[in-house]
Structure formats: structure tokens, C-alpha cells
């Protein structure tokens, strides 16, 4: 039996598709023999959809690649060979909540910053330390491609907690840097020279040009003149030029969540108020691209799954298995363990860093010692994560408060713990780790109050 | 010629007489030939009543000290053997600004929190830095005890621009816990052993008793169950236990602003307008404390004196003095050069911790690697103190908008930096550093638009 | 009950007359109710006429203390309050074999340096992981004092590998310095102010006077042009003054084998040759000592025991369970957790540093950053005792390899692993976690060529 | 004007035909306009023998590059765009001292390793300095490829004193390793993955196969079944497998010097008494290599080069030129910039890692912490390099003897005391920066002991 096994948990999820395009891209260098699609009971429906989409794409294409759908994960694990991870515990209705509630006492909701981004982490690092157990039993040479939010979180679990290194954390931000910025400068997108340092979501990186020279602060300049051309899911707040002067370095888009507080809150606030939040439009983006993929004619990625947001993502996947599996040594920026690469962290914690990828894994380039400012700061967000992480591995109150208190998004005090409280409510479903902190608020009569998130409870 | 020679920077400050008592108490393990208040032209009124009272005192004693008053400097360091600083640059009233222009906009102003205390910081560094020249040419042999705010900025300024190492730094806050949380547990004051981390105004300590047992979360819990008894000067918001509970060390009262950011700033914008902000209750309570002190019949420090917090900090220094003087190894919770006491920071930075004071100066007791949360803390507390000495002795303003944006209670934006705009107008005179920013900032027509502070340029 | 309990373990030693006069002269501050000696059937004889001999001493004081001899250990650690150990395993004859077998073969011998160092090791650190468990079940609240040598590895192991925090490592060494070198100042023994920073048997001071200046240089100086008065056991060979001025440190006598290894090796190989090694001569000195010790008359330690080395180890013995129980705070250079006081070493290691000794132990005086060559020289040192910690608790062949690879007093290769094997041989009575290794040395018929040592085993 | 212009410091050496071999092989990807050979008037003859020889292979080459040879390093370096330098200060007869009086003495007299390597250190550093000076002037943009030994401490110099990044060391022995080591697993060149940390001539590596499982173990197994393969100037004296197992890496050939230092020095010091030290072997070999160069029909490189040692440089170098020039990314372990890469050393340092060399220079592989043991010794010898180099800018004796005496190869003592000061003696013309030290031991009568050096002198 030769050719490659693919399992996707999560495979349910609309961004499917793009993972299918990337894997037909790439057959030649990576032959696949069968693709796995997990997901749970309740994405049963939207399983069968997108699998059924996602045979016609193979079907479509001059490669004999046969689609498995199934809700039994070990069935899927069993001998595979790459394992990829895209699920979301809670589905998107679990993101409005982690949105909604904070914006409901006027604090930020998102994905994978401030509050929300904590309780998605509660969800889901269970979740994946399971799975790396069940690994360890049924595929334990595979290696796990995860592009889960928290991203750099959930690798960080999965390695310290889970203690399984053949894992690669991944995120489209970094290449949709890459891909934008040497055009700023009038060139291709092989034609510049990148290093990044940082953790998921929150990284810098500095441009080197094809004679060696540093050109970051011309692209910075140029970031100033024009259309930045950073990731359509960033609201468009420019950052201070004088700032990005004095670190030499471009932030990535979520920075600005860090740099301009006060403006990504307001936009949060007035969306939440007007729209609504940013997990309330994409449910609809999901809802119409499920109706695009039940047509039994399409057997293409649709050109709307782009406005999706998180393009890049599966592509980033894709190539990132294909360049394990036959050691391409490609460059991609992923989430892995630090070893060195960025000496102002621990050896032993993941960072998101410029990285080499071949059979052993990858092989991240050393960055160097940050400057002062990104210095602190990088320390601050990585205790924040750790304090996360264990918070969910332990379901311990007092390590979330700190996490909480910790996080440089969430102000301090008796609205962020009502914030906590309600989240905690809200999550009950998908929390068991914290089964007795939630009884006891439960007892003292605690509530959700933003009516569209309680009446998804 | 016997006797010690002390210089007093800032002589005419109302903490003069609190200075005096604390040299009349330890005369005889610490003999005093002749102390030199030194103020500047604007100080010199009140520089001339507390000197006045400050001879009165000692010739109420028994010993025979003179009181030399002078606007010069120079003669006063001449052959010091300590060197006291406790001046404030523009005055209260600059302490005004610093308070109000933040909280024109809703946020924090603060004396060495937040935005006020960066600027504290700007205005105070070029000035003593300018001291430790003249200390080289005139006392190199002197030891300078800093207990001007924000006293941990000041004390890293020294040694790292100043390239002076004969100097301690000095706060009350620690002595009030040792003072306060011994009765908690029905002890006396040495009844308990102390072991501090952190940086000024931003530690955290542990307790022992005398069988070498960890009392830390008795005092915890004891602090739950009645007055708390910490410093007057910090309003009365508890912290939480659970968090207290998770870290098993007692934060410093200043931590409130940090895990109580919410209430902290509350009160703060309560009092502001109201009764006015801290400045401006003190400047009331000062102008009392000189009525009282032109009495020529008062010889001794009144009682008013402990209202106007910062209690025991002059005790502080007198007892630092005579313990470097007569190498007493004195326990004193100091800002000293690291040297890896707080192995989490870098060895050459200065930190707060427990030291025995001796001839040598602070032999700093190390303190082992704080946890996650604490470590992540104070490595970004440490990052914006950097980033504001480097702004204040280079006058860069991209350097200066950094340290604004990591301070953790300054929420970045466009209202950050229009406070920061305005605190640089309101202080202009006291910033020839930052000369070309300001007169940007003239000329894009930046105006302070508190009226009170407005009114004090 | 009142008063409190002391076992020592290896309480038949020559050393017990001192320890016993250094309770006795602090009996008012430190108020035994009881002392336990402690030895093992061997020593059983020795143990009666010391014990005997310690009694004496006892009723001759104004105090009534009475001692109890025994060959249960369990009896004399049931909640005792310090324990104190001194043993030896495989008594002065193991020494011997530790000094002889490397000699034979024209390598350093010796008690803790080089390859008899790490066999020393390998046989006590299981007794003492044995005597840290009875602790935790028999005394759970007594402090552990250990003078047995290698004092620093023994420590590190109880640290490490027992997981028991209150012990303290000590050493006369220091001590000796800081008797002598006041003199050669024209100072008094508190005159100056000491800073250690090392590990044990490899640790360096800095000196400051009165004034707060540095006297290292000035002493080092003195060191050439007289008696230096350092300890009288290791041989009077000269630092190179060039190298000591570079440092700008003192180093301790035992650095005599690392900064003069041919000459300290020569010196060795020739009492090898002619008198017999250090232990055959102690042996003697024991023996006389002991007959003394035999004299029903006899109730005060005999001045003999000055000459047998290690003069003032039960001296610091005594002041630091003063120190502990009374809290002191008496200065006093201990093998304690690093904590960051040398930040060249991890936190979490142990270190021989400058203390103030209490209630709750040792507090280190950070020392900060040592120069470029003693920061490498004590890394090493630190990886060889490591290596051998964890040679002595896994029993592994390689890492014992290691060990003697990467000691700097032992040239690796051929003869090297001789000399490993002929004292695995020599020690096979008291290395059961080497049990493997030995059977198959033996099976490939290795022998101990030296004859005295082979008549030992 | 196109093309790429060379200029090679030492272009008079005898492995110029290998440099010209590697340039011809990569012309298409590196379009070499003009070559330089600079030598010194000393050099003048071989310059002439080997750039006719030189000028001869291009000729014979379907390219058409100019080779000048000069004696003015400035023309040379005049907008170079890379700059190679190969030079021996003192030629082969400096090594020959080097070789000769350690071992006169019973020492280890080798190039790079011991007392000889820092001797190198101290006559090339201030040479290569000067040559980063002129760069600075006459080419900002050249990068620097360095082979003259010691690779690493010279590359060192230059970032750390010369404060010039555009700076690659190279080294021959990482890649005897990777082609010899396949082989023994039956594996092709590209087959298996590498990954290597320490400093030049200290390295140790850990291989992975293209199913990404480690088989450093597997290597080490074969290592010590057959022929190991390793480069051909390291005497055969194998490791010890026990040894190897432990740490789980493997070490590079000049380990031998560390972990068998009694058999390669015995090896050494049979050499020395019989055929002559490798230095008096090389120059035979020189001396035959260039009678062949002089044939005016030899238009390639002759095979007997190989046997010169060293192989295997000058396509490291060509390669790693091509790979910056064409930012192609290619793996070459190479010493440069720390950055975190090995964490057991400072970010700052220079180290020996894998990186891949592009447009900006190496891109290093983050290798992680090292094993306790590896870890010790790297601290130890890092130190060992820095204090050698701080010897060779400075010239101070204390520190020359300070590295001299934490030198792992060199025992302390009068004799290691007697052989610096006899190399002093010996190389006096090209250490100007010691010249009052050795004036001093002109003085002093100290005079070279071994005949064949005391005569080259």
C-alpha cells in the first residue's frame, strides 16, 4: 500500500476546499493515497456537503484520491501519515459568544486576543491533547499540522503538555506579509529575504533585500504611502510610523490590537452594535458557501471562500506537508519550539518563528535578541499564554484570573471578572475542567446578559 | 575634621523635618557634623522655613549640628559623604499636570503609574544625572540615596547612564507591610523574615516566621478578614484572594493599578472631579505643614507630617545612612543593582529586593525565579522603565510613544498620544531634551486642555 | 520537652570534641536538650570512646546535656530538630584507596578534587538520599547540616535528587580566609566585608573595607609578600601573582589544583612515593587522636585536633544551627540553591556563596556576573559535578565516563579509565548502584595494581 | 562593469588551485569578473608559482577571468565584492614553533588546539583586524569568508572587536562528516539530514533521515565497526562508544583532542621525536605541491593536493560564496553570529552551526539546549576563545595566562608558564602587541629550548 494518508479533524469546515485545491496543487511532490474527514455528530450535515465537494474536486482532477468521511476519529488516525487540525470546539456559534460578551460590557471580543481568545483555549486544548494521545497509539511516526486558534497556544500545549514534538503550528498572517510587501518595493515575492520572531499572532519580522541589505524601514515607508495590503480581517487602523521607526521591525496585523487599543476596541464596539461581531458575519459567509458547495456541479474551490478570511491558510498547510513529506526545505513561518531562535524566551516554549521545513520538522533560523520594547512585550504575551494553557490543562480559577489580569487587552478589575464569570457560564458545555468553578457561579446566580450569546447557550 | 557631611538635594521639601528626626534618633551611631539643604531659586521661601525649623530641631536635641541652607550646589556636595535627593522638578504643580492631563481624557494620572510618572521620569533623569557629575568631581566617594519618584527609574538611570554605582534607592511602601503584617498574625515587627522581588513600587514579597515556616498565605488570608493596614496614599480596593492565593506572594499596594485597573482608575476620575487629585489634596496639606513649620516655637516634627503620606520613608534613609555608615547589615527593601537577585531580569538592571545595608552598600538576598504571571509582569515592567530612561536622556520621541504603548496602564491610541502630546506642552519648561518635539507640537497647535493644569504652565 | 535535639551522623568521628566545644560556647543561644551520635557497627568502637569523651566535655560545663550513642539511625533522627552530618563511607581506608589507585598511575589523588573526589561521591550520595528520606518521615522540620565532603555535590544531590530544601552544605575553607586575611591589612576580623561567589572547593571572594572600597587587590598583593595563612592542608604552592591581578577575585587554596595543576600533582605523586597520601597520614594522626580521646581525664577538645585539617568546620557547623534556630543573621559562606546570587550558574543549581544565616535558612548575597575565565571555569565545574550526581544516583557507566572526562584534573583516555575502573574495583562494597558495571570489570579481570590500596579492599 | 570581483588575502597559498576549481565548477551561478591574489613580500615567489598556475586552469576554462596578483591589499580589496583570506602569519615555519616548543616540553603542540592554537589567535587577530579596517574603507559592501584558523576565534575577533557582520568562518571538518557518514548506513549524501552546534573545532552533531527519525545512534554504531571515515589529519584513535551513547550526538574529529588527550598527545610527541610535527610534514607537501605548480602545463588541480589536509575548504568556501551570491540557500555549517542558535552560550557570541547561506548572510539552525556534559565543555571553551582573543587585541599578559590556563589542553604550571614565554620569544616579530611583555622576558634570559624552532626564529 503506497501514497500518503491524510487526516482531517475538523474536516466539516468550509475552508476544506482550499486544503483540497493546495493537496491536487502538489500531488506530484506529495502522493496522496486517501484523505480522512473527521468531524463530530453535530457537523454531520456540513461533513457530508464538503466531502462530497471535495471528491468531485479529486474527481475533477487526473489523480484516483479517495475521500473518507467519517465521525469515528480513530478510524481516521489509524497509520496516518499527516494529521491536520482545523476544528472549532463549539462551532461558530462559540466564537459569537466569545465575542459578544465582552463587547457587551464594552470589552474586546475576538478569536484569539483579550478574552475570547483565553476561552477558546480553554475549549480546545482538551480537545487536542486527546487527540495527541489518541496519535500516540494509532500513528505514532504521523506528524500534526494544526491551524486551530489559538494557534501558538494550542502548539505550545501540545508540546509541553502533551509532549509530542512532531507538530507544526500554522497561520496564514505571516504569508500574507510575505506575499504583499515586496511589491511595495517594486519586486517579486522571491526577490526579498524574511526572519520573524514572536508567537502566533504576535510577531515581527525585518526584510532583507537580494544584495543583503536591511530594507525594512523602506517597506515601512512604503507601508505609509499606500494600501498596506495586510490581511482583509484586520479592521484598517494604521500603525504609528514614528513607532515602526523606532523597533526597525513590521509588527504583524494583530499588533495592532496591541498599538492601537483604543481604535480596535471602538471598531469591535461599533460592529458588535451595528452588524454585528465578526463571527455573526462569517456564519453567514459559511451559510452561503454551504449552499455553493451542495451544487453537485462544483467541483472547484469557489472564488468566494476567499472573503472567508484566513486565505493562505490551507495553502501554508499543504505546503508545509508536502515539504516534510519530501524535504523540500521550503520556508515557512510556523509555530514550533523555540530551541534558541529567539533567545529572549525560554528554549523549551513554542515561538513563531522563519523556519525551514524538511522531514525532520523545522528547522527555525535564530532571529536574535529583540529590542527592549518587543522584548517586554513578547515576555508579557508568553506568560499570558502559559497561564492559559495551564488554566486549561488544570481548570484552576485563580491561574485564569491571572490570565486574565495578565492579558494586556483585558483591563483589570470587577468587569473583566464578570466577563470571566459569564464566559465560564456561556462555555459550560465544553469546559469539564472546570465543572466545580462553574457550579459554584452557577450558584451565585451568575448570567449571561447579551441576549444574542445567552439564547445560543 | 570628624563628623559626617550630608547634602540634601531638594531641601526645602515638608519632609525635611521627618529627615531630621530620623539623623537626631540615630546620632550616636551616625555623628552628624553638618547637613546642607540645598533647593533652587523657586524653593528658596520654603527653603528658608524648614531649614529654619530643621536647625530648631537639632538644638532642641542634644547635639550639636549646623544647618547650612544654600542654592548652590556645588558647595553642597563638596566633601559629602551622603547625598540625599527628595527634589521634584516644577514642583507640585508639575505633579498636578502630570495627574490632570490624563484624566482630562479618562485615564490614569498618576504620580509614578502610568502616564504621569514617565513624565516624572523625563523631567527628573537629566537632573540627576547632572548631580552624579558633579558627585565625580566634588564626593566621589559619597554614597547617593535617591528617594526622589519614580525612585526605581531614577536609581536604573543612575547607575546605567550615570555609571555610578554608590547609590540606593529607596521607597516606604515595603516598610509599611513589614510594619503592618506582623500584627496580622499576632507578632511583634521582627517576628517575621521578609524576602522582596521586584521593581519600585512593583513587588511582590514572602514571609517566614522563626521556625523557618512559609507564612505567606496566613498573612494572605489575614488581610481578607480585617484592615489591611497597607499605605494610606493607595485607596481601599482589596485584591482578589483567589489571585493572591495562585501567586502565594503579597503584592505591594501599587499592584492594585495593575489588578484592579478598572476601580483604580475609577477613583481616580472620581476624585479628579471632585476633591481634586492627589496633588492638588497635597499641595493643601503642604501649605499647612510650612504654617506649622514657621512657628518659631516648633522644634519638632508635628504630627500632621504622617498625613501627608510617604510616611517613613526619611526613617528609610536615616536608617540606610547609619547602617552604610557603621556597616549595621540592617535589613532594608532598597532599588539596587540585580546582580541576579531577581534571577528572571538581567543581572545589570536594577531591581527592588531585601538587602542588608553595610559599608559596601546593598548585598541584595537573592530570591530564586518568581511564576509565570509574576515573571511576565515584571519583565514588561521592566521593558517601559528601560524605554523611558532611554526617552528621557535621548529626547527620541519614537522611543518615548514605545514606553507609552507597553505601559500597561496606558491603553494605546490616539488619546494616548494626545495626552502624551500635552504633557509635553504642559511641561516644556522642564524638557530641553525633547525641545524639537515640542516645538512640532506648537506648531500643530497642541494645547493642554485641562483649564487647572493649563493654568500651572 | 523544651530545648533541642541534634543527631550526628558519623558521630564517632575525630571530629565530634569540636562540635561538641561549639555547642557548649553557644549553649546560651542555642539550648540542647540532647545529642544523638550516630554510626554504623564498624564504627562502633570509635564511636564509644568519642561519645564518652563528648559527655565529658558536657558535664564539665555548667550544662546538662546529655549524649546518647547509637547504631539506629531512626531513634536519633525521631524529631530532631538539626541533624548534622559528618561520615564517611568506607572510613579513612576508602580514602585511601581514592588517593593511591589514581597515584599509581601518576594522576591527582584526592578527597574531592579529581578522580577520588567523584568516587567519594558515588558513595555517599546514596547514604545521604537514604538519610533525606528517614528525615522526611522521622523530623520533617529539622535542618540538615552537612559537612561531608563533597560538601557542594552532596548538597546539590539532597537539592536535586532528594527534594529536601533545608539543608545547608559547609566548608572550613572559607572561613580560613576570612580569619587570615584581615591580618595582612593590619585589620580586625570584621573589619572587612566578604563576597563569595562558586561552588565548593571552587569559589572566589572580593574583600571591601570600612569605607566601602575594594581591598582585593590590596590583599592580594600581601598574599605574595608573606605567609599567606591559608588552610594547612593543601600545599604551599603560589598563585601567579599576573593571574590573580587579571581576576581582580581571590581564589580559594583548593584553585591550586586547577591554576597550578603540575606542581599540586608533583607535590601529591612525591608524598605518594615517600610519606604516603594525606589519608595514610590522618590515619595516624586519628589513631593518636583517638588515644587521647581514651583518657578518662580528658573533658576539653585536644589541642592535636587543630593539626588534623579542617580546623573551624565544626566551628561554622555550630554557628549556623545558631544562627538558624536564634536567627542570627550571622554571615556565613554556605552551600545553599542558587536562586540567581551567581547568575552564571541556573537558578535552581547549588552554589557556595556569602549568606546571612536564619530562621528560614540561608539568604544569599547576590554576587552578580563573575569575569570571562571564572564564569567558564565554574560552568564546568558545575557539568562535572552534574554528571557526577547523576552518575552516583543512576549507577550508568557513560555518564560516570563523562564525569571523568570533563573533570579538569583528571587527562582523559586510556589510563584515565583505568584508574575509573581499578577504584570501581577498589569501592565495589559501596557502589550497589554500580553493581553491573563492576561484575563485568571484574569478568574482564581487572585488577587494583596499587598494593596498598588492594590490601584495603 | 559586470560581474562578481574576488579578492583572496594569502593567495599565495598552495590551496589556491582548489579555490580556482570551485569557482570554474560554479561560474554560471557566480559570473566571476576578476580575481585578486594578494600576498606579502614574503610571499612574493609562491604568489608568482600559484596565480600563473591559476591563470592557467581559467584559461583553460570556458570563462574568461582575469587573475591579478598584487602585493597592495588595498588594490585588491577596492570595491571587492567577497574577500577570502587564507593567510598564515609567519608561514608554515610560525607553525612550526607552534608544534615544536610545547612539545619540547611534553605538551600538545598543535595548531588550533592548545598552546599553539592561541599563539595563532595572537599573531593573526590584529592582522585580520586591519583587514576589516581597510574593508570598512574600501569595499563596505564585501562580505568576508574566512578559513585562516582558528576559523572560529578569528571570526570571533572580527565581529566582536572589528564590529563587522558581513563575516562567514569556514571550517573543513563539518563536512567530512556529512560525506563520509551517509555511506555507513548505506544512505546517499542528501539522504540524511544535519544539524551541528558548538564552536569551530568543537562541534558536535545529531542526524535525521528523510523519514525524520533520529540515527545519530546508528552512526555512532557504525562509527565503531569500520573505518569512520573522518578527515585525515586527526590521528586514528577512536572515541569511546559508552562515551558517544551518553551524549546521543557526535563529536568532530578534534574532540579527540579532549575526550583521548593522553593517546593524542603521546601521538604528537612520537611525531615530534621522530618524523617531525605535522607542520615540518606540510612542508614537504608545500614544497612538492608547488614544484608541480610550476609545470607550465599543469592547467587543473593536481591530485596530491588532497593529501595536503584541509580538503574540502576551498569548496566550502566557493560554495558558500555562490550561496550568498545567489541567495540559493545552500546548508554549510559555518561559524557566525550566535543569535540564539546555540542557547547554552550568549547571543552574541560566534558559533559553528548549520545554516543556510543566502543573500544576507547564514541563517542559522536553532539547535536547542545541550547535555550537561557538552554544555560545560562548550562554556569552558567559548571562554577559553574569548579570553584568547582579548589577550590577542589588547595584549595583556595576565590574560594571555588566564587563557592560558583554563585551556582544557594545557595543565597549569611553571612548564606551561616556560612554553608561553618561550613562544612569546619565538614569534616576537608578529606580536607587536606584547612587545613589552616580551621585552620583559628578553630580560629575563628566557630563550627558546628546541633547536629546530630556536632556529626558524
Given at each position: 500500500m503506497t501514497g500518503v494518508k491524510i487526516a482531517t479533524i475538523g474536516?466539516?469546515?468550509?475552508?476544506t476546499p482550499e486544503l483540497m485545491e493546495g493537496f491536487i496543487k502538489r500531488y506530484e511532490e506529495l502522493p496522496i493515497r486517501e484523505i480522512w474527514l473527521v468531524d463530530i455528530e453535530a457537523g454531520k450535515e456540513k461533513l457530508e456537503i464538503v466531502g462530497e465537494m471535495a471528491q468531485r474536486m479529486w474527481d475533477a482532477s487526473p489523480y484516483d484520491v479517495k475521500i473518507h468521511l467519517t465521525l469515528d476519529r480513530e478510524k481516521a488516525l489509524k497509520d496516518a501519515d499527516f494529521v491536520t487540525t482545523q476544528f472549532r470546539?463549539?462551532?461558530l456559534n462559540a466564537r459569537v459568544k466569545d465575542e459578544r460578551i465582552p463587547a457587551y460590557y464594552g470589552m474586546l471580543g475576538q478569536e484569539t486576543n483579550g478574552a475570547g481568545g483565553m476561552f477558546k483555549a480553554f475549549r480546545t486544548i482538551p480537545i487536542i491533547l486527546g487527540i495527541v494521545e489518541d496519535m500516540k497509539r494509532l500513528c505514532p511516526n504521523a506528524w500534526l499540522i494544526n491551524f486551530t486558534n489559538p494557534a501558538g497556544m494550542v502548539t505550545e500545549a501540545i508540546v509541553?503538555?502533551?509532549?509530542?514534538?512532531?507538530v507544526i503550528g500554522l497561520c496564514n498572517v505571516p504569508v500574507g506579509a510575505i506575499m504583499v510587501e515586496p511589491g511595495l518595493l517594486?519586486?517579486?515575492?522571491?526577490e526579498l529575504i524574511y526572519k520573524f520572531a514572536g508567537v502566533n499572532h504576535f510577531h515581527w519580522h525585518k526584510v532583507a533585500d537580494l544584495e543583503g541589505n536591511d530594507v525594512t524601514l523602506d517597506i515601512i515607508d512604503q507601508l505609509f504611502k499606500?494600501?498596506?495590503?495586510?490581511?482583509?480581517?484586520?479592521?484598517d487602523i494604521p500603525f504609528y510610523k514614528e513607532q515602526l521607526h523606532q523597533m526597525k521591525m513590521i509588527p504583524c496585523g494583530y499588533h495592532r490590537y496591541y498599538y492601537r487599543q483604543e481604535e480596535m476596541l471602538d471598531h469591535a464596539l461599533e460592529e458588535y452594535k451595528t452588524i454585528g461581531t465578526r463571527a455573526e458575519q462569517v456564519k453567514k459567509t459559511e451559510a452561503e458557501l454551504f449552499e455553493l458547495y451542495k451544487?453537485?456541479?462544483?467541483?472547484h474551490k469557489p472564488?468566494?471562500?476567499?472573503?472567508?478570511?484566513?486565505?493562505?491558510y490551507s495553502d501554508a498547510a499543504c505546503e508545509t506537508i508536502a515539504s516534510i513529506y519530501a524535504n523540500k526545505n521550503t520556508q515557512i513561518v510556523v509555530s514550533t519550539k523555540n530551541n534558541g531562535a529567539v533567545?529572549?524566551?525560554?528554549?523549551d516554549c513554542v515561538v513563531e518563528v522563519m523556519a525551514y521545513l524538511g522531514a525532520d520538522g523545522a528547522r527555525s533560523v535564530a532571529f536574535g535578541e529583540l529590542p527592549t520594547a518587543e522584548k517586554g512585550w513578547l515576555q508579557v504575551m508568553k506568560a499570558m499564554e502559559l497561564l492559559t494553557i495551564e488554566a486549561a490543562v488544570t481548570g484552576d480559577y485563580g491561574t485564569a484570573l491571572q490570565a486574565f489580569t495578565i492579558n494586556p487587552l483585558v483591563p483589570s478589575g470587577d468587569t473583566a471578572r464578570k466577563v470571566m464569570h459569564e464566559l465560564f457560564i456561556a462555555h459550560k458545555a465544553h469546559l469539564p475542567q472546570f465543572k466545580e468553578t462553574i457550579e459554584r457561579l452557577e450558584k451565585e446566580g451568575v448570567e449571561v446578559h447579551d441576549e444574542v450569546a445567552k439564547d445560543l447557550i
Open positions: 474536516g466539516g469546515s468550509s475552508y470546539v463549539g462551532l509541553r503538555y502533551g509532549k509530542w514534538d512532531r517594486g519586486k517579486k515575492e522571491n499606500e494600501d498596506n495590503g495586510l490581511p482583509k480581517n484586520i479592521h451544487d453537485p456541479n462544483l467541483d472564488e468566494q471562500l476567499e472573503q472567508r478570511g484566513g486565505a493562505h533567545p529572549d524566551l525560554p528554549a
